[in-house]
C-alpha cells in the first residue's frame, strides 16, 4: 500500500472518528486544521473553526447489496477523506469490501481524496461529475 501526503493540514494524519447511523451506515469524521495530530480521539476535535464552528471532514459509508440475492454486500464510500491508516484500518473493520467511490462534486472537499481511494481500492466502481477527473 502506498503512503500519501495530505496536501491540506494536517499533512501527516489525522485521528478518524466513526459514527454508526444504523446496521448499515456509517459516517467518518476528520478535523481539519493544523492541530489534528495533536488532539486524537475522541471528539470534538479542535481543527480549524469558522464563525465558532468546528470544521470538520465527513465521510459516509454504506454497506448495499452487492448485485443478486447471494452474492453479499460491499461498500459505497460518499465524499472520501483523507484514507489515513486510522481511516483505512476503521474501513478494513466493516468487514467487507470498497465497491463504490462517489466524487459527488466538483468543490475540493468533496473530491480531494478520492483518488488515493481510487489507488487502494482498485477495483471498485467510480462515480463522479463529468470531467472532474479527466
Not at 447511523?21 to 486544521?33: I, T
Not at 469558522?50 to 460491499?74: D, H, I
Not at 473493520?93 to 481510487?118: D, M, N, Q
Amino acid at each position: 500500500s502506498q503512503k500519501y501526503t495530505s496536501l491540506l493540514p494536517p499533512f501527516s494524519s489525522r485521528p478518524t472518528e466513526v459514527c454508526q447511523l444504523s446496521s448499515d451506515v456509517w459516517v467518518f469524521e476528520q478535523p481539519m486544521g493544523f492541530l489534528a495530530p495533536l488532539i486524537g480521539n475522541p471528539f470534538p476535535f479542535k481543527g480549524l473553526s469558522f464563525l465558532g464552528q468546528q470544521c470538520t471532514q465527513r465521510m459516509t459509508v454504506v454497506r448495499v447489496p452487492r448485485g443478486g440475492l447471494f452474492s453479499g454486500s460491499e461498500l459505497w464510500v460518499h465524499s472520501p477523506c483523507a484514507l489515513t491508516p486510522d481511516c483505512l484500518s476503521k474501513i478494513n473493520a466493516l468487514g467487507t469490501k470498497v465497491g463504490h467511490v462517489v466524487l459527488p462534486c466538483s468543490s475540493p472537499e468533496h473530491w480531494f481524496y478520492g483518488p488515493r481511494f481510487i489507488d487502494a481500492f482498485p477495483d471498485a466502481k467510480v462515480w463522479s461529475v463529468p470531467g472532474l477527473l479527466t
